[in-house]
Structure formats: structure tokens, C-alpha cells
């Protein structure tokens, strides 16, 4: 869909029916629809996983603002969400502000264009997942208390 989105947007701007407004419909579908499906098309060519994680944190790639690498230490809550008719994991973490300045500058400006739309700071969109969200945040809880329990019997063991 993003493709064929794209080509036709393309289309809009090359052959401008309508004059100066097939024109400005067709940028403007080229900025809409143009970076999702350079983002897919690279995600397919790439094959690398949406998600990963293991017992120091996860390292989020589903979605054109991914987060990247989060460590457990810096999430606060994971839960599911709805927006729509789609299913999202939403993980919120102790510090945004941190986590949106270890992004690139044009994910922080796509942050700042999405605006807060539901809470959470990160996430990873159903449709993209191997499992369901319930499964997913379920297990990313698992990991996190587990994480959280290592921490602290260290800093007990520190005290002692």
C-alpha cells in the first residue's frame, strides 16, 4: 500500500493534474507516505529482528520512531494500548527526555511531529510483532522485575 501510495503521490507531482494543487497534494503525499515506505522497504531488505531482548534490557526496530536500545533500569511501566483498531505495547520510561537525545534528529523531530497521542513513550505496533501483545508484555515484564530484582540484591550485597 505504501508503494503503491508513493507511486501515485510521484505521480501527482511529475504530471501535476489540477495545476498547482494536484502538485501540492502530491508532495504532500510524497512527506506522508515517502519516509514509511523507504522504512519498510529497508526493514524487509535488512531482515533484522523488530525486537530483541535479553536480560539487560531490549533494542526496539519496529516502527520509523523505534527506540533503539532501552535498558531495563530505564523502564518505568509496560502495558498494552490501544489506538484505533490497532494493539501497541506501550513502555513508558523513567526519562524521556534522555531516551529522545540518544535519538537521531530526524526521529526527534518525528517525536515532536507525532505529538503524545497516548501515553507511553515507546511503541511496538501489533502488526509488526511475531506474538501478540499480551504475550510480548508479559514477557517484557518478566525481563524487567527479573532485572529489577538483580539490582537490587547487588545494592543489598553493596550494603552488607
Do not use: K
Not at 94 to 101: G, H, K
Amino acid at each position: 500500500m505504501g508503494i503503491i501510495a508513493t507511486g501515485i503521490a510521484a505521480g501527482l507531482v511529475g504530471v501535476q493534474p489540477g495545476g498547482d494543487f494536484g502538485l501540492a497534494i502530491g508532495l504532500l503525499g510524497l512527506v506522508l507516505f515517502g519516509p514509511i515506505t523507504v522504512a519498510i522497504l529497508l526493514r524487509a531488505i535488512r531482515n533484522r529482528p523488530v525486537l530483541i531482548m535479553d536480560a539487560d534490557g531490549f533494542t526496539d526496530h519496529g516502527s520509523l520512531i523505534a527506540a533503539g536500545y532501552v535498558p531495563w533500569a530505564e523502564v518505568q511501566l509496560i502495558e498494552q494500548r490501544r489506538f484505533g483498531r490497532r494493539l501497541f505495547v506501550a513502555v513508558t520510561v523513567t526519562d524521556p527526555a534522555a531516551l529522545r537525545a540518544r535519538q537521531p534528529a530526524w526521529r526527534r523531530l518525528l517525536h515532536r511531529v507525532n505529538g503524545r497521542t497516548t501515553a507511553g513513550d515507546i511503541f511496538i505496533p501489533d502488526t509488526v510483532l511475531p506474538m501478540s501483545t499480551t504475550e510480548l508484555a508479559r514477557t517484557m515484564r518478566r525481563l524487567h522485575h527479573a532485572a529489577q530484582r538483580r539490582a537490587n540484591s547487588r545494592g543489598t550485597r553493596r550494603r552488607a
